[in-house]
């Protein structure tokens, strides 16, 4: 069955890279695409940015200076990475797929400490 | 970017009782290929998010058939018809058809 899983940091300091992960299981990333979304403790959900099945991505208009999303499909990962980052980043991040949001994952929690 | 508009902010309901949510896009949500990527979310307290409604309509696999959604173009409702306990939390509308996509601000659904 299908299945995503966020892993990464959970602590990061403030100006730092964040660096997260998305392993899939029961899809090919050539088939379908994966999202990224976050949510700030007690707040609403945020489109970050997706990676196309043929590899192409979109981001957030507020996001693009900072933001990339890669992936491995050998190894069925997607990959994040978002640098200078400031408190107000401090969410819970989600990997999703373009079925559209059929499936997610748990979520994992990052804290930005200044 | 596209700016999707909910609304009420914050939805009391008894349980039974129907309800229903609007989404309001700022720009038509209608894609050149005909179909329109406006979508609804359901997220229960500490859960991610699930899928409820995709394509404005269509009802995500079991998921409970008093959930509908109607709309087109820029107007959009989900409508619940029956209210149950479990339906409390959090919805999103959120679109796909423009480039980045983005979300509702959320409805929260709670009990009376």
């Known amino acids: 069955q299908v299945q995503l899983k966020e892993s990464g940091p959970v602590l990061v300091q403030a100006s730092e890279t964040l660096s997260l992960t998305c392993t899939v299981s029961?899809?090919?990333?050539?088939?379908?695409?994966v999202i990224w979304v976050r949510q700030p403790p007690g707040k609403g959900l945020e489109w970050m940015g997706i990676?196309?099945?043929?590899?192409?991505?979109d981001y957030n208009s507020a996001l693009k200076s900072r933001l990339s999303i890669n992936r491995d499909t050998s190894k069925s990962q997607v990959f994040l990475k978002m640098n200078s980052l400031q408190t107000d980043d401090t969410a819970i991040y989600y990997c999703?797929?373009?079925?559209?949001?059929?499936?997610w994952g748990q979520g994992t929690l990052v804290t930005v400490s200044s | 970017d596209v700016v999707l508009t909910q609304t009420p902010p914050t939805l009391s309901a008894t349980i039974g009782q129907s309800v229903s949510i609007s989404c309001r896009s700022s720009q038509s949500l209608l894609h050149s290929n005909g179909n329109t990527y406006l979508h609804w979310l359901l997220q229960r307290p500490g859960q991610s998010p699930q899928l409820l409604i995709y394509l404005v309509s269509r009802l995500e696999s079991g998921v409970p058939n008093r959930f509908s959604g109607s709309g087109s173009g820029t107007d959009f409702t989900l409508k619940i018809s029956g209210v149950e306990a479990e339906d409390l939390g959090v919805y999103y509308c959120v679109q796909g058809t423009h480039a980045p996509w983005t979300f509702g601000g959320g409805t929260k659904l709670e009990l009376k």
């Open positions: 029961g899809f090919s990333l050539t088939n379908y695409g």
């Open positions: 999703t797929t373009s079925l559209p949001f059929a499936y």
């Open positions: 990676i196309w099945r043929n590899g192409n991505t």
